[in-house]
């Protein structure tokens, strides 16, 4: 008998500043929200636009909790 939930990657409704895709990426991976939230600015910062088309993109596919 399987007693471990499924982890699921959806965005947080509760816990978001823009959409929830920080939060629920956080959320799944286990890590610190703040954290996720401040490498995705830094890596958003460091590449040309290839990090907003991705979370633009997490914003729409993942679903939301």
Do not use: Q
Not at 26 to 47: C, E, K, N
Request: contains cysteine; aromatic residues 6%.
């Amino acid at each position: 008998m399987n007693t471990t939930a499924s982890k699921r990657l959806t965005r947080r409704s509760n816990d978001r500043m823009i959409a929830g895709v920080c939060s629920g990426v956080a959320d799944y991976l286990g890590l610190d929200v703040t954290l996720v939230r401040l490498l995705t600015v830094v890596a958003a910062i460091f590449s040309v636009g290839a990090v907003a088309v991705a979370y633009i993109a997490a914003w729409i596919l993942m679903p939301e909790a």
